[in-house]
């Protein structure tokens, strides 16, 4: 596995868990518009991870065939 792909996937890992706890905050009390913004970043970062994580993956099998 090459340095790209650690860091790849660690910043897909990173914006993964920062989406989930975004989207975890939703169930406190607050404000309409406090919880549209957490529900947007949190799925925008959600998808990024997922997004990356796809590409650190097929990059990884790429190197390794």
């Known amino acids: 596995m090459t340095q ?3 860091i790849m996937l660690g ?3 990173v914006a993964g868990g920062l989406g989930v706890w ?3 905050r939703l ?3 607050a ?3 406090a919880r549209y913004a957490h529900a ?3 799925m925008m970062a959600l ?3 997922i997004i990356l994580a796809i590409f650190g993956i097929a990059q990884w ?3 390794s065939a």
Request: charged share 10%.
């Open 11 to 13: 910043v897909a890992l």
């Open 40 to 42: 947007m970043t949190g």
């Open 4 to 6: 790209n792909v650690v």
């Open 61 to 63: 099998s790429w190197g």
């Open 31 to 33: 404000t309409p518009q």
């Open 27 to 29: 169930r406190g009390r």
């Open 47 to 49: 998808a990024l991870g």
């Open 22 to 24: 975004l989207l975890a």
